[in-house]
């Protein structure tokens, strides 16, 4: 049988809740509010005893005699993660940074992103933790019940924690619709155009393991200036830079690749362009947003598709997986995240390929952002469905 542990410090307490003894002096007047600023309560690394892995605890704000609860950030790096335990008053968890897993004893495991919360009940063993690949912060708000927020137990094995990742593994989508290249391009478009360099470091060198070569991933950056704007894409060329300096420093060579071509036509920008433009959207381009401003139609034609579509380098599929994943990383674009859906049906992407899309975007970026895919992709099959 699990020994029950119980934490009489505050430090211990404020682990996995925060939670004070309550003093049980009535006070004579209500006490004015109390400010508890950034960096004034402690911070300490996990236990050995309750954790696998680095973990690092800074507290929030402790509890008091009128609330029984109390709250804490808690960092764990890839691989870490808490023992079993449970909490006899409850707890919510809130994704800050990362990817964070909590399990049941059932073996459920419960993935969940930044801003996303879970409710775990009074009396359920569980842990909870990052994944194999990432760092994750959650937000931990902890009750007390008769002065007690947690109830230790038995360490996560390695095989507890592995076999939670493998049973999501089997229950995804298939992404191998797409080649390992293709999929690597999702998170690398993403980050770029959501402006998370961080993140984008890690999908770099993913992609460079994956066999994306220096100017395929320069390329992928510089297409999504039309779309996520210059300071994006410049901020993406730095990031490749520095991963590429990195790799160099651990003698590491990346492979160049191809350069951008260069087109041996007598034809212009501009007359280029509306050829490609129309190749990809299937026909013409026309409507009351053209007519209003003709000029950015013209400059759509003549930069967009006639320089950038026909620099080499990328593929049109490769070209708008990089756009529809970038598109579903920004806020309210949902018209031109659809149009894409068609874009890409039409350059010969199958809707095996774009749900696989979908399900990479889900899985490496966000719930957010693949749902948005999603969504766009499903609106684009149900209006082909009803005008066949």
Request: proline share 4%.
């Amino acid at each position: 049988m699990p020994t029950k542990k119980r934490f009489f410090s505050t430090m211990m307490l404020a682990l996995t809740g925060c939670v004070t003894k309550f003093g049980l002096a009535a006070k004579a007047k209500p006490a004015g509010q109390t400010l508890y600023q950034a960096g004034s309560q402690k911070s300490f690394k996990g236990p050995e005893a309750y954790f696998t892995g680095e973990v690092r605890v800074d507290i929030i704000f402790p509890g008091n005699e009128t609330a029984h609860y109390s709250g804490a950030y808690v960092t764990f790096q890839p691989g870490a993660r808490t023992a079993w335990h449970l909490h006899p008053a409850g707890q919510h968890m809130v994704v800050t940074s990362g990817v964070a897993l909590t399990g049941t004893r059932d073996g459920k495991v419960i993935e969940f992103n930044v801003g996303d919360a879970v409710w775990c009940p009074p009396n359920i063993d569980h842990w909870h933790g990052a994944t194999p690949d990432e760092q994750m912060t959650h937000l931990v708000i902890t009750g007390s019940l008769d002065d007690q927020n947690v109830v230790w137990k038995e360490k996560v094995s390695d095989a507890q924690y592995y076999a939670s990742r493998q049973t999501k593994e089997k229950s995804s989508i298939n992404v191998d619709a797409l080649t390992a290249k293709q999929q690597s391009i999702v998170p690398i478009a993403a980050f770029t155009a959501s402006g998370d360099l961080e993140r984008l470091n890690k999908a770099i060198k993913a992609g460079l393991n994956a066999g994306l070569s220096v100017n395929e991933i320069k390329e992928i950056q510089i297409h999504l200036y039309a779309y996520a704007g210059f300071p994006r894409a410049l901020n993406g060329l730095a990031t490749l830079m520095t991963v590429l300096d990195e790799r160099k420093a651990e003698g590491i060579q990346d492979e160049a690749g191809k350069s951008a071509s260069s087109l041996l036509t007598d034809k212009s920008s501009t007359e280029l362009g509306k050829e490609v433009q129309t190749r990809l959207v299937g026909r013409p381009v026309s409507g009351p947003l053209f007519d209003f401003a003709p000029d950015i139609n013209r400059l759509l034609q003549s930069h967009l598709f006639g320089d950038l579509f026909t620099r080499g380098i990328l593929d049109d599929q490769s070209r708008e997986i990089a756009t529809l994943s970038a598109l579903a990383s920004i806020d309210g674009v949902d018209s031109q995240l659809k149009a894409h859906v068609g874009i890409a049906s039409n350059v010969g992407l199958t809707q095996n390929e774009l749900t696989a899309l979908v399900t990479v975007l889900k899985e490496t970026v966000g719930k957010q952002e693949g749902g948005r895919a999603e969504q766009a992709l499903m609106a684009v099959l149900s209006n082909r469905s009803k005008n066949p």
